[in-house]
């Protein structure tokens, strides 16, 4: 009864489908008593959060890439091995025979990334065998990032846009401004701390490469913009990076621990989880001006970020700092990683803890901020 097209009859007394009517909206799957219709989805289809993965006419999969954001949930869910994204390993290691020096930018996902004997201490070393000229954590450019959208959030909201959504992760960004254009001007404008920190090292370094190196896919497509390609490279992910590291033979218990890796505060380092993100800029905000309310609502996986920015546009969240994470965990759930996401956190929490700052404000590079940020956003 409840089939559109008329595609089911009743033939010695059984129900029959007919397979040239049906249309395949499962009206039919949602009223039989007796759970007798069964509906398969590919798995890369269910875990594509922006529904872009469809069906041509003979039935294979096919991508919408007017809607696919990168995140790269398809391709670690596909278990065929079907997806793949492009890679640099190629690129990265023929500039590094140039002669040329070549920055990692490590994001703040990677602790744990690499296997129990590479730790934090031991990271800085073992890149330098790779042929690296040196690591920069990308919690720096994350530290960064908190004070600028703090600043933002304290400038424009309620003052000039109802609420303000984080900038710093792409696939998240991405899909809010095709999906919900009209809210896409309360995303923040402030760099990300991938492009914070590319900047930092070839104002450093005049003339370096740099190689983000993390657990995303989206980073690859972000790194492709016209006025990002002159601040990062190249993209790896962590997964890429291992196989480096295994290509090379490289026996992490041999290598020395050289201390401390960086300067980064704990906020900056947060970044990998969700929740991470909105809690250092509130407590960038709190010192900034400790009388100010915040409010925040945060979101990981895009359909969930799809619901809150629905309810964000009702006026649900007017006043709000609106937190996005494509990737279940956050960024420690990433299509590069090499470890679980809960356990990732854990150890991410570790770190945290370890470290010697606690709020973005204390960064070493705050007063280069404008300079880095002068080539607009």
């Not at 959030?153 to 809010?176: G, H, I, N, R």
């Amino acid at each position: 009864e409840v089939c559109p097209k008329g595609a089911i009859s009743i033939v010695n007394g059984r129900s029959k489908i007919d397979p040239d009517k049906c249309i395949r909206c499962g009206k039919c799957i949602n009223v039989c008593p007796y759970h007798a219709i069964i509906k398969t989805e590919r798995p890369c289809a269910a875990a594509c959060g922006v529904d872009a993965i469809g069906s041509d006419r003979l039935g294979r999969a096919q991508i919408d890439y007017d809607k696919c954001v990168s995140c790269g949930m398809c391709l670690v869910n596909c278990p065929f091995g079907a997806i793949a994204d492009k890679g640099q390993i190629f690129q990265v290691i023929h500039a590094i025979k140039s002669g040329t020096p070549v920055y990692a930018a490590v994001a703040p996902a990677f602790i744990g990334q690499f296997g129990r004997d590479l730790t934090p201490e031991r990271l800085r070393e073992a890149m330098k065998e790779l042929g690296f000229a040196d690591i920069m954590e990308v919690a720096v450019g994350a530290d960064l990032c908190t004070i600028q959208e703090a600043q933002d959030f304290l400038d424009e909201v309620p003052q000039k846009q109802p609420f303000m959504a984080t900038s710093c992760c792409p696939a998240w960004a991405a899909m809010a401004r095709k999906m919900f254009p009209d809210l896409a001007p309360y995303i923040s404008m402030a760099l990300t701390p991938m492009v914070l920190t590319g900047r930092l090292l070839k104002r450093e370094h005049p003339g370096c490469k740099v190689v983000f190196i993390g657990p995303c896919s989206a980073k690859k497509l972000e790194a492709s913009r016209q006025e990002i390609r002159s601040d990062i490279d190249f993209v790896l992910t962590f997964e890429e990076v291992v196989g480096m590291f295994t290509a090379k033979g490289i026996n992490f218990e041999q290598i020395p621990s050289d201390g401390t890796l960086s300067d980064a505060s704990a906020d900056g380092r947060g970044f990998a989880v969700s929740g991470g993100v909105a809690s250092a800029v509130v407590n960038c905000i709190k010192e900034m001006d400790p009388n100010r309310e915040m409010k925040v609502a945060n979101a990981e996986g895009l359909r969930n970020c799809r619901e809150l920015l629905e309810e964000a546009r009702k006026g649900t969240y007017d006043g709000y700092l609106l937190e996005g994470m494509a990737c279940p965990g956050g960024c420690v759930g990433g299509a590069g990683t090499m470890q679980g996401p809960t356990k990732a956190k854990g150890q991410i929490m570790v770190a945290k803890k370890k470290s010697q700052k606690k709020n973005s404000l204390e960064s070493t590079y705050k007063d280069r901020l404008d300079l880095l940020a002068e080539r607009g956003r």
